[in-house]
């Protein structure tokens, strides 16, 4: 009789991984995955995004969170953020009537839940705390040697920003006399730059901590001094970013890109206010968890500002003031944005008409409860049906 083959090195040790991952969970851990599984099934497939998805993203936050065990008030906090990311207005669905049409789902609706979702991962990885200072760094820069690159740097950005003061803060002015260029180039432009000065300012910050080597106070102060310079210059081309943006915006309105630009040069600015402040005070262990708990945040509060309701308003304001409307892009936003177009009433009738026809595609039933179709429903109540036919919508996606 033949004794049967050990398995080879790499399958036993992928089994013991196995067995070791198994041991590892927790008795109920297969039973909550198998719930998670169902409860997807029942509350996403066929149905419109709305308090069902809320309800399962809560839940997988939950499930993971309890998995990974309440260690400490950090662990509670980040498990909370990643739980309220995934149900910004779960709770406030539930008001809605639900035998009523509604629209099918849409990436408008989706899309922030699957960042709620990939943002929990985000958030388990920085619960272990802040970084845990090791042994003392081998010193390989000395004096002169930091000195003399930092300094050229901190020139460098001055003499950038100082040059390009005009083109910085130009403004109107700027773009109108200048040949060739468009406000879209402006704000590229703009853009562009601080994303270079903040990412070398991060990394410049990083290195100099990390391989400076200082002698004394003295030594100490001039480091954090460079430092805390290129901080602020970046602030500065910061602020003329988000300045050629609003020039754009104003002139041609506000789209979810732009939307996102905007936030996404308000958080670069909070990230280089915490690194400055870490500069100024030289204690950065509080830093990879600060900028964690303003990423979630902000996530979250990006969500909760309802963006396409925005983008809806104030187009509809520069509409009143200007006579200028894209309303083939607002027709393409989500319900969310019904309030502005039904308030435009004949002057829109094509982009209400749209909207109303997503509305009615399919009811929502308990499972796609949403807070943004009910008030859209709402709004769009008693607004006529357009009287011509209208064209086909542009392919947004």
Known sequence: MTRPEAPAGGEAAARRGLRAAVDAAPPWFAGAVLGLAVLAALALVGRPAGLGLALLGGALCAVAALAAGWRDPWTVACWLLAGLR???LGPLAAIAPFGRAAAGTDRARLEPAFRGGALAPLLLAARHGPARRGGPARARLARLEWVLPLGALVALFAAFVALQLATLFGGRDHVLRTAGLT?????RQGFGQLIAAAGLTLAVIAAARRWARTAGRRDERLLRGLLAALCVL?????????????LYEQAFGFTRLRLLADAHILWLGAVLVLALAAVVTGAA???PRAVVALSATGALAFALSNPDGRIAERNGERYASSGQLDLAYLAGLSADAAPAPARLGSRAPCAVARIRSRLEWQPDGLAGANLGRFHARRALRGVPAPAMACPEPPDWS
């Open 183 to 187: 406000y879209a180039e402006y704000a």
């Open 86 to 88: 995934r149900l910004p």
């Open 285 to 287: 262990g509080w830093l």
């Open 234 to 246: 970046s602030l500065v081309v910061l602020a003329s970013a988000l300045k050629r943006l609003g």
